[in-house]
Structures are given as C-alpha cells and as structure tokens.
C-alpha cells in the first residue's frame, strides 16, 4: 500500500510541474562530499565518458557518480575544458599547460603542451576552433595544432597584458589592458576600428549568440553582442539584478538558454533571444551560497556550479519543481492542489494559496550635489570630444575571488551625500497567501 501511495504521490508532482513548468525552482541536487577535497574549485566540465572533472589547487577532482577521486598534477590546475572536436580533455595550470591522457590501466595522466622553459604564466583559460586550441593567461597566449601539437605559436603580452580572447565564426580577437581589441591575421595583431570600447575592460567570456555574432561580458557588469567590427547591446529583463550581483562568468545551457553566474545573486538562467529571465537561482530558492566560483554544464544539459560550500547540480529536464522556497506558507503540510491555474497549500494551520504580491519599500533616492562655483569659460569641441571614464563597479579579480573574503569592504567605495527624497516602490513577489 505504501509503495502505490508512493508512485500516486510522484505521478502528481511529475503531472504538475510537466503542466506547470514555468513556475517554481529547478530540481537542485547538493555535493557536500566534495567539500572533504577542496570546496574552492575554479572550473569544470566533463569528459566523454561523462566523468565530471573540477579544477582546483590539490588537482583534478572527478565524480562518476557515485565515488570522489582526485587525479593529482605537477602544477596547480585554473581551467579544465574537454574539446568538442576530439574529446580529449585539456588543463591551464601555473605556468604550464597540457592534456589529460589515459595510461595502460586506464587513468589520467598529466602530459606538458609547454615546448619551452619561457614563463607563460597563469593559465586560465582555453578556446578552441576545429583544427587549433588556444591556451589563454594574461602573460602569453599560445596556439597549438590540434593534429601537431608540435606547431604552436605564442604572443607574450610584453610591457602590457592580455585580458580575453574572442573568438567569432570568421575571426580570433585579442584584447589586451589599455589598449582594446585586436585581430589576429596572418599570425599579426591588428587594431580595429571599435577596439577603444574594452581597451579599459577586462573581458569575462564570450558565447556563441547565432552565426554572426557573439555575446561578450565585461567586467563592468554590462553585455554585448559582437559581430567582428560592431559590439551592439544586450539587454536582459531582470532590473538590475546582474549588474548589482556583479557578473562573473556565463555558459550555454542550450541552444535557447544562458546561465549568468554572479559574485553575489547566484546564477540567472536567461532566454538567449528574448533575455528574458527563465529562472534566478540563488540562497533564496535553494542555493547554499550567492557567490559562484564556476559554472559548467553536463552532456545532459545539468548545470553545475561551484561554490563555498561545495558543488550543486540545477536540473532543468527533470519534470519537477521546487514551491517550498516561497514566504509565508506556515505550518505542517497536508495536501496540495492545482485548481484553476492556482496553487492551493494545505496546513495545520490553514489552506495557502501562491500568488504575486506587490512589495512595498520606502528608498531613500541620494543625489551629489555641486559647489556653487563661477562660470567658466566655454569648453573647445576638442575638449568635449575627449572620452569620459565611467567610474567602475569594483569587481574582485581572479586572486581576490579565490583566496579572499567576499565579506570584505571596499575602502574605495564613499557614501553619497545628502539625501532628498523618499519614495515608495513595488516589485510584485510569488508569495503564499493565507485564505480566509
């Protein structure tokens, strides 16, 4: 009786949420064994025998599923990434970079790229096209032949240095601190014409957006689609929240969905062409922490992401989702209906309902004000022509995101002055309501 009452119970949950799809949470699946090996794991992804693998400073962790194992390198590994083109699986480490080959009895075994003894410094990430795979550091960037890994070249970033690559479907882009984007031709770097717009950014990733172009996120926070000569805005519906969550890296879940991972919202999984936002997945809704280290996907389209206490899994196929993140249901529950398109929560303390309720907060609105001062004379066209610097949104670099503490202020960042207004704003929230 017992087991019938069980699958009656799944059928239900597998029923709605197939119906219902759009709301709740996504399936989160938790790994707090992974927090005995390393809880700060920097990147991830997965070999072709579905071997999950994370990179972080004891080495290579793998989970097949049911067991942990760590495969330990020479070097301390930033960046993990399998090759779509040959499926072998690559690794950017300090100072040096390679592949994971498997040996006689079938385990992973570290094999050098670095032909050289030149310092290539940290590596930390790595491109690929179909017949090259690109190791990128801000010191050096080099390009291996995938047939050869013999034939490389390598361009060492000198005086400056390197702040992503980019790669569209007719060119490789450098982009390099102080200076902007870059395209490589004939082995040569050449300015182009739009270059000045990162010259002072650093870029975090860029994503295929279709065949023309590719999405592009800086560390300002802000999101671009690239075509090779143009960058074009990307706007998300979500209000703000990436840029106040401070964005630090993105994957491609699907062909239609983009998960944006934050320092400090989690992870926002957004339509690719209409930006807007599927799901928000953070504390709130069952995330054990805001700050994401890395996110990958899986062969099945499974998110992964890293964080301070452990490593979870967000599974967007599975029919079932999660409304127990929502406030104000209460008490013991009892039984649950769907009725009219309306979920209805039964209690011990009454009958809930889910709906969207309008949140209202008093915000304070600062203003600076200006010191009243003479007129000056009038600026030159030349003057006004000259580039303004937006005051930038301090975001926490790759050592201060791995061995600092995100409790920590920044003693640069000021008060603004007096305030002058009071207002009232809303923001309608899913929350269950109490029927009377």
Request: hydrophobic share 35%; with cysteine; net charge neutral.
């Amino acid at each position: 009786m017992y087991f019938i009452t069980r699958i009656y119970f799944l059928l239900f949950i597998f029923i709605v949420c197939e119906t219902f799809a759009q709301e709740g949470t996504p399936f989160i699946t938790h790994f707090n064994e992974a927090k005995e090996f390393e809880t700060q794991n920097w990147s991830i992804s997965q070999d072709y025998e579905n071997i999950m693998l994370f990179a972080n400073r004891r080495g290579i962790l793998t989970f097949d599923g049911h067991e942990w194992n760590t495969i330990k390198l020479p070097y301390i590994p930033f960046v993990v990434k399998k090759n779509p083109y040959n499926h072998k699986v690559y690794v950017g480490t300090n100072n040096n970079y390679g592949v994971l080959e498997k040996n006689s009895l079938g385990l992973y075994e570290y094999i050098s790229l670095v032909p050289d003894t030149l310092d290539v410094g940290i590596i930390t990430k790595i491109e690929f096209t179909d017949s090259t795979i690109f190791f990128y550091g801000e010191k050096s960037i080099s390009r291996h032949n995938m047939e050869n890994p013999n034939i490389f070249k390598r361009w060492n970033a000198k005086n400056k240095f390197f702040t992503r690559i980019i790669l569209t479907s007719k060119n490789t882009f450098f982009n390099v601190a102080g200076e902007g984007l870059y395209r490589l031709e004939s082995d040569t770097l050449f300015p182009i014409v739009t270059g000045f717009y990162t010259e002072n950014s650093e870029i975090l990733f860029s994503l295929p957006y279709n065949e023309q172009r590719v999405i592009v996120g800086t560390d300002e926070s802000k999101l671009y689609t690239f075509d090779g000569i143009k960058y074009y805005n990307y706007k998300i519906n979500d209000e703000g929240y990436l840029k106040e969550s401070i964005l630090a890296d993105a994957v491609e879940i699907s062909d239609t969905l983009i998960a944006f991972a934050t320092l400090y919202g989690g992870v926002e999984v957004v339509s690719k062409k209409t930006g807007k936002i599927v799901y928000t997945i953070n504390y709130q809704n069952g995330l054990p922490d805001d700050e994401i280290y890395a996110l990958g996907k899986d062969n099945n389209n499974g998110l992964w992401l890293t964080h301070e206490f452990g490593i979870s899994r967000v599974d967007f196929n599975l029919p079932i989702r999660n409304y127990s993140t929502y406030p104000g249901l209460k008490g013991n529950l009892i039984s649950t209906l769907w009725h009219n398109n309306q979920l209805y929560v039964a209690t011990n303390e009454g009958v809930f309902y889910l709906d969207e309720v309008k949140d209202f907060k008093e915000v304070e609105i600062y203003v600076k004000t200006k010191p009243a001062t003479t007129k000056q004379p009038t600026t030159t066209q030349q003057e006004t022509g000259t580039k303004e610097k937006e005051t930038k949104k301090p975001v926490r670099k790759l050592f201060s995101r791995l061995f600092g503490s995100k409790d920590e202020e920044d003693k640069d960042q000021k008060e603004p002055d007096t305030p002058i207004e009071k207002t009232k704003t809303t923001s309608p929230k899913p929350r269950y309501v109490k029927k009377n």
